[in-house]
């Protein structure tokens, strides 16, 4: 605090300087990289903020005086020359981003000392040269995901999408509740395989229920363009519906699809780390909604919930976590 002093001025508005994008799978000579951005119509200084990969310490990398984001511009700080650089001045405990997923911190600062601004991204698995960039969605909020394509010091690309999506969801069917059902799509020219070769690892659907199902490890395959359905049960699912004939089918059993709306999540297997954990990668992640939380602001579709009507994706090679993508039919 500073009582008596006008601090107007002294640090940006909430949201001016974003983490905007960062490389945390490089392998040989490729460094770790992560870039910020400006999204205002003025220039603004962020010599002495701080970057860091740790909440209990915020001030590993301390950004060198003077350097300055241009008004709707970009900076990028690299591993081999910026944050994991010792020979760099303001490298005061050397750091590189996680594979695995982690945390990334852009604190403001001021001779040494933190002020009053913070912007925060985590993030989880990442492919090899795959960087993670933030997405704005047709609600006005942010998504930080998987890129199409890397883009430091200029706009982000289009999210990475596939190659198998979250095509349909059916998690709250009329009369028998085990008849739900998710269908996943190939949306690629070729065949893909639900199971890791390197790894020995099948892909894996979870929600945030807690119920996790494993592909077969007798690898299972999608053709170009087919379809696939995940069932809670199958004989409540084949007593309700009729699937095109030859469509493969799996059940998950126990757990099952939140009615009022959740997270759901296809993944395949990414690294192993120091502790023997295996990591997963998301191919694709759903956050649907039943169109009532709360009551009047939220754009879900309600038919979905329990009229017989389904969540279907309108565009499958579209971004899939944003409700304008979605619709009941």
């Given at each position: 605090?500073?009582?008596?002093?006008?601090?107007?001025?002294?640090?940006?508005?909430?949201?001016?300087?974003?983490?905007?994008?960062?490389?945390?799978?490089?392998?040989?000579?490729?460094?770790?990289?992560?870039?910020?951005?400006?999204?205002?119509?003025?220039?603004?200084?962020?010599?002495?903020?701080?970057l860091s990969d740790s909440d209990?310490?915020?001030?590993?990398?301390?950004?060198?005086?003077?350097?300055?984001?241009?008004?709707?511009?970009?900076?990028?700080?690299?591993?081999?020359?910026?944050?994991?650089?010792?020979?760099?001045?303001?490298?005061?405990?050397?750091?590189?981003?996680?594979?695995?997923?982690?945390?990334?911190?852009?604190?403001?600062?001021?001779?040494?000392?933190?002020?009053?601004?913070?912007?925060?991204?985590?993030?989880?698995?990442?492919?090899?040269?795959?960087?993670?960039?933030?997405?704005?969605?047709?609600?006005?909020?942010?998504?930080?995901?998987?890129?199409?394509?890397?883009?430091?010091?200029?706009?982000?690309?289009?999210?990475?999408?596939?190659?198998?999506?979250?095509?349909?969801?059916?998690?709250?069917?009329?009369?028998?509740?085990?008849?739900e059902y998710v269908e996943l799509?190939?949306?690629?020219?070729?065949?893909?395989?639900?199971?890791?070769?390197?790894?020995?690892?099948?892909?894996?659907?979870?929600?945030?229920g807690g119920f996790t199902f494993?592909?077969?490890?007798?690898?299972?395959?999608?053709?170009?363009?087919?379809?696939?359905?995940?069932?809670?049960?199958?004989?409540?699912?084949?007593?309700?519906?009729?699937?095109?004939?030859?469509?493969?089918?799996?059940?998950?059993?126990?757990?099952?699809?939140?009615?009022?709306?959740?997270?759901?999540?296809?993944?395949?297997?990414?690294?192993?780390?120091?502790?023997?954990?295996?990591?997963?990668?998301?191919?694709?992640?759903?956050?649907?909604?039943?169109?009532?939380?709360?009551?009047?602001?939220?754009?879900?579709?309600?038919?979905?919930?329990?009229?017989?009507?389904?969540?279907?994706?309108?565009?499958?090679?579209?971004?899939?976590?944003?409700?304008?993508?979605?619709?009941?039919?």
């Amino acid at each position: 605090g500073s009582p008596g002093w006008d601090d107007s001025g002294q640090i940006p508005e909430l949201g001016d300087i974003v983490i905007n994008e960062f490389l945390a799978h490089s392998h040989s000579a490729q460094p770790d990289w992560i870039e910020l951005h400006n999204t205002t119509a003025t220039a603004i200084n962020i010599g002495g903020w701080f970057l860091s990969d740790s909440d209990g310490d915020r001030m590993k990398y301390e950004i060198a005086a003077g350097v300055s984001i241009p008004d709707n511009g970009y900076v990028v700080f690299y591993e081999d020359q910026h944050f994991g650089n010792t020979g760099d001045p303001g490298c005061h405990v050397p750091f590189a981003l996680s594979e695995n997923g982690e945390t990334v911190y852009l604190t403001s600062g001021q001779g040494g000392v933190i002020t009053g601004y913070t912007d925060v991204e985590d993030f989880g698995a990442s492919e090899t040269d795959v960087a993670f960039g933030r997405y704005q969605k047709s609600t006005g909020t942010f998504n930080f995901v998987a890129m199409s394509a890397n883009t430091p010091r200029y706009p982000n690309a289009y999210p990475k999408v596939g190659p198998v999506v979250i095509s349909e969801i059916m998690y709250h069917p009329p009369g028998n509740a085990d008849a739900e059902y998710v269908e996943l799509l190939n949306i690629t020219a070729a065949d893909v395989t639900l199971y890791d070769y390197t790894t020995g690892e099948p892909w894996i659907f979870e929600d945030d229920g807690g119920f996790t199902f494993a592909f077969p490890t007798t690898p299972v395959t999608l053709h170009a363009g087919e379809r696939l359905l995940l069932v809670k049960d199958l004989a409540a699912f084949s007593a309700t519906f009729t699937p095109a004939g030859g469509t493969q089918m799996f059940a998950w059993g126990s757990g099952s699809l939140n009615n009022g709306g959740e997270q759901i999540q296809l993944s395949k297997p990414g690294d192993v780390d120091a502790l023997g954990t295996r990591y997963y990668i998301r191919v694709d992640r759903i956050v649907y909604s039943d169109g009532s939380h709360p009551v009047g602001d939220d754009p879900w579709p309600i038919s979905a919930d329990g009229t017989g009507d389904a969540l279907n994706r309108k565009a499958a090679a579209d971004y899939g976590n944003d409700v304008i993508n979605w619709q009941a039919a």
